[in-house]
């Protein structure tokens, strides 16, 4: 008998641990949710890297104030509402500082070219991101692009064309992202980009470039800085980089 009341005893004890242990994770988590809602509050608002926005624009952009809940603020949601607001950001993301500080970090798209569109010129990147409708005084120092047309550009979008375009606006993003990446952007003008199959632009001013098809940009690129390196200072012509391999050079 002793035997019998000493089991149902331990079997009451596991009876209660059961209801217990999840009652007891149960207060818990209502204790940390009430902790969170109450501490952790936005006191300070940091902005870094920001040059062409105030703090006050882009933290208004972001949809942060102040006595909002560190925990409860969705990261993702603000950089994606900071580019979408603000054209000249090309990324955006949010450090939490505890206990009550957010700081915005922001990286900003800069222009690397122009397209032209009825009476306007348009900056764009090297990804073909639209800036800004620009006056003509701000344009030197940027690329100027021939003969892609943008449809209805709007800031912070990318560009669109016709379809008979397409096939120029992708070479076209090729070519600006390997003048960015090979750090050339400052010797080249005038990229015209009539004739998809084979683009030409102008180099430091002495030389007109021809691309040929869209392939090994980055590598036709390093073959045409090779080869200007070999060149006297006071001579000029044209490159023809078209067949990808080798480099012909034709002097004026």
């Not at 090297?126 to 120092?141: F, I, Q, R, S, T």
């Not at 943008?150 to 993003?173: C, I, N």
Request: glycine share 4%; net charge negative.
């Amino acid at each position: 008998m002793a035997s019998s009341d000493r089991y149902g005893v331990t079997r009451k004890k596991k009876k209660r641990s059961a209801v217990f242990a999840p009652l007891s994770f149960l207060l818990v988590c209502v204790a940390v949710v009430f902790a969170l809602g109450v501490f952790f509050r936005v006191q300070t608002i940091e902005v870094d890297g920001s040059t062409v926005y105030t703090p006050e624009e882009i933290i208004e952009a972001a949809g942060i104030e102040e006595g909002d809940n560190l925990f409860f603020i969705n990261q993702l949601s603000v950089g994606s509402r900071i580019i979408a607001n603000l054209p000249q950001v090309e990324n955006a993301w949010v450090e939490r500082d505890l206990p009550n500080k957010i700081v915005i970090h922001v990286e900003e798209s800069y222009a690397l070219a122009f397209v032209h569109w009825n009476e306007y010129y348009w900056t764009i990147t090297g990804n073909c991101k639209l800036l800004e409708n620009a006056p003509p005084e701000e344009l030197p120092g940027l690329i100027q692009v021939l003969d892609v047309t943008p449809v209805e550009p709007e800031a912070g979008r990318f560009m669109e064309v016709e379809p008979e375009e397409e096939l120029k606006l992708s070479y076209l993003k090729s070519i600006l992202s390997s003048f960015e990446e090979l750090d050339i952007v400052q010797n080249v003008s005038d990229l015209n980009m009539s004739n998809a199959a084979n683009p030409t632009f102008r180099y430091l001013d002495r030389f007109t470039v021809r691309m040929g098809p869209n392939d090994n940009t980055d590598y036709k690129l390093r073959m045409l800085m090779s080869a200007v390196l070999t060149m006297e200072p006071d001579e000029s012509g044209t490159f023809n980089l078209t067949d990808g391999v080798h480099v012909y050079f034709t002097p004026d």
